[in-house]
């Protein structure tokens, strides 16, 4: 009889490809630190007791030049989170294997985003 060898796991560590994934979903999570950032400098100046009692004018209107850039900001994300999906996507031949949810909801997060800027440049 002849003695079966079980199969040789050569995968030690994670590869080039998966290192990739990694590092886009953490460039993802930047840029949508980043887009946070910039509604909180575009949206108009809540005025408050301080301004009021000293006459201080507020801005009341959104800086839609900030809003542009968060428009490409959000496109590149979502780009950058379908091709990180489908790197993933490649790598699902083991059970241990994931897929990392982490770009699923980045690319579903800028969508969302670019459906809502749109709709707010189409009502302003």
């Not at 850039?69 to 059970?95: D, E, H, P, T």
């Not at 699923?104 to 440049?121: T, Y």
């Amino acid at each position: 009889m002849q003695d079966f060898k079980s199969p040789i796991d050569r995968r030690q560590k994670s590869d080039g490809i998966i290192k990739l994934v990694t590092f886009i979903s953490t460039i993802g999570w930047i840029l949508i630190i980043i887009c946070a950032i910039l509604v909180i400098y575009a949206r108009p100046d809540q005025p408050n007791m301080f301004y009021k009692m000293f006459n201080v004018s507020t801005r009341d209107y959104w800086n839609y030049s900030l809003l542009n850039i968060m428009f490409i900001l959000l496109i590149f994300l979502f780009v950058l989170s379908l091709i990180g999906i489908m790197m993933n996507a490649m790598r699902q031949r083991r059970k241990t294997d994931k897929i990392n949810k982490s770009l699923i909801f980045q690319a579903i997060m800028s969508l969302v985003g670019m459906i809502l800027l749109w709709v707010n440049s189409l009502i302003g």
